[in-house]
T-cell receptor
Framework: EAGVTQFPSHSVIEKGQTVTLRCDPI?????LYWYRRVMGKEIKFLLH????????ESGMPNNRFLAERTGGTYSTLKVQPAELEDSGVYFC??????????????FGPGTRLTVL | GQNIDQPTEMTATEGAIVQINCTYQ??????LFWYQQHAGEAPTFLSY????GLEEKGRFSSFLSRSKGYSYLLLKELQMKDSASYLC??????????FGTGTKLQVIP
């Protein structure tokens, strides 16, 4: 069974440009999460999809970040325009389970974003 | 809000036992995760505790005390490949997971 995949693995862009990250969850997982780890800090929650609906987007830093999950399969996270502080590793995770219960979240390998 | 504390770094000897502690304060609690993360890789699931007590899984065990806001991860028969960061994480409402900063464990010969 394929795990969570993310594309690209690395992205280097200049301040002001746009970048789109993609996540393909494990097939059949309704729950999809985005996290970010900035250098030296802890992994921080960004948002949670249940199928195509945003269940919780309380961790999104500002309106330069837009996440979508059309059709409830893969998800994209767009940063527009990118700022220096957006640099970090963006992880995607997916899980089974009903809302309100904790279930194992399977993580993707992450996308390392560098904004110059 | 949530707050998670765990030691920044630990060193232990190959073949020994090491205990990594995690204390937390939270307003909403479903359970506590432990994840292992090797440098440059994705976190991988180790354990999930919902009820108080010790859960054993091979060389790894995890303990939870909800009343004390305390958990630990116990690694036995340490191997060099166990050198990694160990992340304590809380599962709150709607499966939102909050991570601690992680404990970097170095296993030495």
């Amino acid at each position: 069974e394929a795990g969570v995949t993310q594309f690209p693995s690395h992205s280097v862009i200049e301040k002001g440009q746009t970048v789109t990250l993609r996540c393909d969850p494990i097939s059949g997982h309704d729950n999809l999460y985005w996290y970010r780890r900035v250098m030296g800090k802890e992994i921080k929650f960004l948002l949670h999809f249940v199928k195509e609906s945003k269940q919780d987007e309380s961790g999104m830093p500002n309106n330069r970040f837009l996440a979508e999950r059309t059709g409830g399969t893969y998800s994209t996270l767009k940063v527009q325009p990118a700022e220096l502080e957006d640099s970090g590793v963006y992880f995607c995770a997916s899980s089974q389970g009903r809302t309100g219960h904790g279930y194992e979240q399977f993580f993707g390998p992450g996308t390392r974003l560098t904004v110059l | 809000g949530q707050n998670i504390d765990q030691p920044t770094e630990m060193t232990a000897t190959e073949g020994a036992i090491v205990q990594i502690n995690c204390t937390y304060q939270t307003s909403g609690f479903n359970g506590l995760f432990w994840y292992q993360q090797h440098a440059g890789e994705a976190p991988t699931f180790l354990s999930y505790n919902v009820l108080d007590g010790l859960e054993e899984k091979g060389r790894f065990s995890s303990f939870l005390s909800r009343s004390k806001g305390y958990s630990y991860l116990l690694l036995k028969e340490l191997q060099m490949k166990d050198s990694a960061s160990y992340l304590c994480a809380l599962s709150g409402g709607y499966q939102k997971v909050t991570f601690g900063t992680g404990t970097k464990l170095q296993v030495i010969p």
